[in-house]
């Protein structure tokens, strides 16, 4: 999945987003509210951070940073950059501006420790760069787009620091777009586009306000299914198609912090999926043997969130 996630910021570098469902820690720094450090001098002197000052250095941010704000800074360490498929080569590739996109992705101008966070699910946050994140806050801990916050609480003179597990990935279009640029996604964008040759525009569906929740199956799930080419999938009848397709949708922003064993949801079929976080995060089908691995997680898209799956659910 290092293909889709990171194109958001440089054409062309790619980024694994694959976040396991997990509980998210819930340590607090011992830095009082007094602490007279910025969160530019924070992050410089934190070891674990190098790798985020460094973007911070390279996109014109560290005077930003050190001023008064408030900021509210989701900060990714080195282990999460390094979790994301984020290196330092990566860094030094991009150019200042997507480098700034991607941080003030991480940006709030707001003040808010971990004990204000909404706890919606999922609470809508407008961040420095303009789109949008969601905050979660329950007993499990405080998320960010599903990806859990592992240090929260680091206080600084302009505002706050909480370490979460992985980068955030801005989201780079609606869902039909996100699997429209990812070469492993060529069969599903096919399936899509055949099954809209129907009675049901399924690209429209998928690409209109939502929010939804897709269950992306990769090329290599659709040829396990039986589709060899996606020849094959060009002459399937679309009503089939969208059985199929609308069978891997949900309605509403489910990321995989909101998961839970034996969850049952509906899909945009009337039909139910099964949900089993034992031993790993699966979803299964009615008309599948086996449950299909949710491989990845949390991708972005402006009307919701799309998770991969190495298997087609079968109504």
Aim: with cysteine; hydrophobic share 45%.
């Amino acid at each position: 999945m290092k293909k889709i996630l990171f194109k958001t910021v440089a054409m062309g570098l790619l980024a694994s987003a694959i976040i396991l469902v997990g509980t998210a820690c819930k340590k607090s720094s011992n830095n009082p509210s007094t602490n007279q450090q910025t969160i530019t001098t924070i992050v410089s002197n934190n070891s674990n951070f190098s790798l985020l000052k460094s973007a911070v250095v390279k996109a014109n941010l560290a005077t930003t940073l050190n001023g008064p704000g408030p900021f509210t800074v989701f900060a990714p360490s080195d282990t999460a950059f390094a979790g994301s498929g984020i290196t330092a080569s990566t860094i030094n590739a991009l150019t200042p501006s997507q480098l700034s996109t991607l941080l003030l992705y991480h940006t709030i101008p707001a003040n808010i420790p971990a004990a204000n966070v909404p706890a919606g699910p999922n609470a809508k946050v407008i961040t420095a760069s303009g789109d949008s994140v969601f905050v979660t806050k329950n007993a499990n801990g405080v998320f960010v787009n599903g990806i859990p916050v592992t240090q929260a609480d680091i206080m600084a003179s302009n505002g706050v620091i909480h370490a979460i597990a992985r980068v955030l990935i801005p989201p780079i279009g609606n869902i039909v777009q996100v699997a429209q640029s990812d070469t492993s996604f060529s069969y599903l964008v096919a399936a899509v586009l055949r099954a809209s040759q129907g009675s049901v525009n399924v690209a429209a569906v998928l690409s209109g306000p939502g929010p939804f929740t897709v269950f992306a199956p990769t090329n290599a799930a659709f040829r396990a299914a039986g589709f060899a080419t996606v020849n094959d999938i060009n002459n399937a009848d679309p009503a089939t198609l969208t059985s199929i397709l609308t069978y891997h949708v949900i309605a509403g922003r489910v990321f995989s912090s909101d998961l839970t064993q034996g969850a049952q949801p509906t899909t945009l079929n009337s039909e139910k999926l099964t949900i089993s976080l034992m031993g790993g995060a699966t979803v299964k089908g009615n008309g599948n043997t086996t449950a299909s691995n949710i491989i990845a997680t949390n991708i972005m898209a402006t009307n919701g969130v799309v998770h991969v799956i190495d298997r087609v659910l079968l109504p």
